[in-house]
């Protein structure tokens, strides 16, 4: 399982099996995972806790994404995501 997963949904994604398969792979070994959501130019940033339990943070394109632990000092505009609208 690598340290770091990147899902996008697409149109024909259901969100519901996309947080299911971050889900997964937290619990096999990544240590980060982000959801991607173009419509909603919205990122859900999902790790486990100390304690095993999945943490879940959503950002938008006025925030900036952090390394989570992951990546040291990676400071990333989530605008750079998101084509200007």
């Known amino acids: 399982m690598p340290d770091f997963a990147v899902e996008i ?3 024909n994604d259901d969100l519901r099996d996309m947080r299911e ?5 937290l619990r096999n070994g ?8 173009p419509k909603t ?5 999902r790790q486990l806790d100390d304690d095993g339990a999945v943490q879940i943070r959503q950002v938008t394109d006025a ?4 390394g989570a632990g992951v990546f040291a000092g990676l400071l990333l505009a989530v605008t750079k995501i998101f084509p200007k609208v």
């Open 30 to 37: 990544a240590h980060l995972v982000w959801l991607i959501f």
């Open 21 to 25: 398969k971050a889900e997964y792979y």
């Open 9 to 11: 949904q697409s149109q």
């Open 63 to 66: 925030d900036t994404l952090d």
């Open 41 to 45: 130019r919205t990122i859900e940033i």
